[in-house]
C-alpha cells in the first residue's frame, strides 16, 4: 500500500531524526552525489544531483518550441535547431540545491531530505539570453522574466507549472544560457531535455528545466515558486528573504572505505591526503580549512584554480592519521567577499540554505574481523 | 553532526513506518529509476536505478587489467583494449534489485529502502565470458567462477571486496558478458568502469561492477555476499535459500499529474490509458493484468513484444476515469512459467524478492486552488 495516509504537507516541522514515508518516496526519486565524485572536476553523467519537483515530462524535440512573449515589441518561437543555430558557449557550472542540508537540521522542514551532498558540477552548452532578449526586443517597463517549464503537478494545495523569475538584469548576464547539451551530449530527459535555463552562482531552483516559455513581464511574478517557497524565514508569516545566490560550502571525499550501512569510514593508520571541492555563488572562493579534531583547530587547505569562474575549485589537506582512534573530519569555505561557512546550523522553516560545515567521522585503525582476500596483483 | 551514534547494522528489523537516519544516507546516495521513466524502452543514462554497496573506485583504464586466475590452465590478463578487440555483443538487459519493494515490508528489514522503483533497462555491450575462460582453460574440478570487484568496504562487520560466485555452468551461459559500454557509451564511474560482469535474468547483486578478479575454484565460494548476504530467510539462523533470478513484476507509470510531497496523483475526468512495462527473470512475461480498484477486478493488459529476451516487455490499459474520486490501481504480471506476482508482501529477514503488485493511488478531478496559467501556445 502507498503509504498516503501519514501525508503532511512541505514545510511541516518533524521533531524525530526518522524520515517520514513522503519524504523516502522523494529520497528514492531523487538523488545527491555521492561524495567520492568530487574527485571529477566535472560530474559524470548520471552523478549530477537531480532534484525533479513533479514528474519529468516526456518531450518530442521535433515538434517542439520555446515561446518569447509577454512585454517584448516581437514574440518569438523559437525550435531546438533555432536555438542550436545561435553562437554556443559551453560553461562548466557548479549547481547545488537550495535545500542542500535540510535533513540535518532540527526540527526537519518536510521537503527533500538533503544531507548535504546535492552538487555538482557540469560543462553546459547552449546559447546566451541576452542576445534573445534583445532580438525579441523588451518593451519599456519590462521589470521581470519569468520562466515556466513544462514539468506540472501540485504543491503548497496549487497546481502550477514549475515556474521561477529573474529581474531583467539578472537575466540578461551575459552568462546566463539556453542549454541543450550537458558534458558534450543533448540533455537528458533528468536534466531538461531539450532547453533549460542555466544560471551561474544561483541555488538550483534556478535554472528551470524542460522550458516550456520565457515571459516579460512589466510586474513582479508572484507564482508558488518565487513568491511562497524558497524564502529564507524563521518565523511563520513572516515574508523572509529570496533565496538567489549560493553561500559558500566545502565538501570532502570521505576518506578510507565505508562501513555498508552506518557509512562510518575505516583508514589504516597512514599520512593520509584529504580532498575535495568549495564553491560559493557570492565570490570566488578564497580560503579553504581543515580540521581534524571537530572544528577546535583548523589548518589552510591547499587551493587549485576554479575550473571556470562559475564553478567549484579543487582543495587538498594533509591530514596525519597515524594514531588509531576515532576523528571528526571538518572543511570550512571561506569566499572574496568574506563569507565563511558557519559552524552550526542555521535554521530556518523551509530548511534552505543550510551551508553549516561538513563533518566526516573516520576511524583510524582496522575494523574487527578484517578478512581481505590475499591480493591478486 | 553524522548521526552515528544511531547506527544499527544492516539487517536490524524495524518496527515502525519512519526511516532510519542510516538509511537516508543509503536513500540520497543510491536511487531508483523514477516511474515515469518505463516510458522508455531503454533507460536513459542517469535514470537507470543504481545501488553501490561500498564507495565508487576511481579507476585508471590506461593501467587496468583483468585477472582470471584460480582453477584454470592458463591465467590470463586482460587489458581494457584486449577485451575490446574480442568479438563485441550488445544486449538489452533489465536489471532490478533484489532489495526492491524492502521498504513496504513491516516489520521492514534495515538496508537499502527502496520503495518499488530500483529497475532499468540498458543496452550493454560487451564480450561473451565462456570464450575467455575457455581460453583459460577450466581444470578439472572447476565447480564455481568467483568476480570480484574493485569496490571495498565493511559490511555484517567483515572487510571485504565485493564479489560474488557463479556456477560454472551459470557463469558460462551464453549471454553472460563482460561489458565495457552503457547505451553506446563507456560505462560511466558508478555503472563499473572500466568493466562489469552482465548476467541476463539474475538479480543486480550478480552482476559485478568495477570487475578487478575472476577466479575459478573448485569449492563453493563462501564469501560474505554469497553465502550471508543474499538469501531468502524468514528465521534468524536459518540457512535460507539463495537469491538467484528475478521473480516477475510489472510497472506502471502513475498517470496524471503528481502533489510534490505526498506523490499523490490527480487526473482530469477522462479516458487514461495506462502503460508500463514488465519482466522476469524466470521466463517471458506472458500476462500483465490491471486494476483500477485495488485488486477486486482484473483486466488483461496489451502486451508488446519485448525489446530483447533479456528485458522488460510494455503493456498497456485503458481506464475509464470518467467518475471523480478516488482510485488504487494495480498491476500484476505473469510469466511462462506459471510465476504470479503476489497481492501480498513475501515478508523474509533481508527484505529480498518482494514482488507484491504495485498500488498507486489516484485521486480523478482536478486538486483544489488550481491555478494553470493559461496555456500560451
Not at 548520471?46 to 509577454?70: E, M, Q, S
Not at 542549454?179 to 532547453?195: C, M
Amino acid at each position: 500500500m502507498e503509504r498516503v495516509s501519514q501525508s503532511k504537507p512541505a514545510g511541516t516541522l518533524i521533531h524525530a531524526p526518522e524520515i517520514t514515508p513522503d519524504e523516502l518516496q522523494l529520497a528514492v526519486r531523487n538523488h545527491s552525489m555521492p561524495l567520492e565524485a568530487l574527485r571529477y572536476p566535472i560530474t559524470p553523467l548520471g552523478l549530477h544531483y537531480l532534484l525533479i519537483h513533479f514528474d519529468i515530462p516526456l518531450v518530442d524535440a521535433a515538434t517542439y518550441w520555446l515561446a518569447v512573449a509577454g512585454h517584448v515589441d516581437k514574440p518569438l518561437r523559437l525550435t531546438l535547431e533555432d536555438l542550436k543555430s545561435r553562437p554556443a558557449t559551453t560553461l562548466a557550472v557548479t549547481l547545488e540545491c537550495a535545500g542542500n542540508g535540510r535533513a540535518r537540521l532540527s526540527p526537519r522542514p518536510l521537503s527533500q531530505p538533503w544531507l548535504g551532498e546535492a552538487v555538482g558540477t557540469a560543462e553546459w552548452t547552449g546559447t546566451r539570453l541576452a542576445p534573445v532578449l534583445q532580438e525579441a526586443g523588451l518593451k519599456k517597463g519590462a521589470l521581470e522574466v519569468v520562466f515556466t517549464g513544462l514539468d506540472r503537478g501540485v504543491q503548497g494545495g496549487i497546481e502550477q507549472f514549475y515556474e521561477r523569475s529573474l529581474s531583467v538584469a539578472d537575466a540578461t548576464h551575459d552568462d546566463v544560457l539556453l542549454v541543450y547539451a550537458i558534458n558534450g551530449q543533448a540533455l537528458p530527459p533528468q536534466h531538461g531535455f531539450p532547453v533549460r535555463l542555466i544560471v551561474p552562482g544561483w541555488y538550483g531552483m534556478t535554472h528551470v528545466k524542460w522550458l516550456r516559455s520565457i515571459t516579460v513581464t512589466d510586474r513582479p511574478f508572484d507564482g508558488y515558486q518565487q513568491a511562497a517557497a524558497y524564502h529564507y524565514r524563521t518565523v511563520e508569516g513572516d515574508r523572509g528573504v529570496p533565496v538567489t545566490r549560493m553561500l559558500p560550502r566545502a565538501l570532502m571525499v570521505p576518506p578510507g572505505e565505508p562501513d555498508f550501512m552506518s557509512r562510518t569510514r575505516f583508514v589504516e593508520p597512514s599520512t593520509q591526503i584529504v580532498e575535495g571541492r568549495a564553491w560559493s555563488g557570492l565570490a570566488p572562493i578564497e580560503r579553504v580549512d581543515f580540521s581534524s579534531d571537530g572544528g577546535r583547530s583548523w589548518s589552510a587547505a591547499g587551493l587549485e584554480e576554479a575550473l571556470s569562474p562559475q564553478s567549484w575549485r579543487r582543495w587538498s589537506a594533509r591530514w596525519d592519521a597515524t594514531r588509531p582512534g576515532e576523528y571528526e573530519l571538518c572543511v570550512r569555505a571561506t569566499d572574496a567577499s568574506g563569507n565563511v561557512q558557519p559552524l552550526e546550523q542555521s535554521w530556518n522553516l523551509e530548511g534552505v540554505q543550510n551551508n553549516a560545515v561538513q563533518r566526516v567521522r573516520v576511524v583510524v585503525g582496522a575494523p574487527d574481523g578484517r578478512q581481505i582476500a590475499a591480493d591478486l596483483r
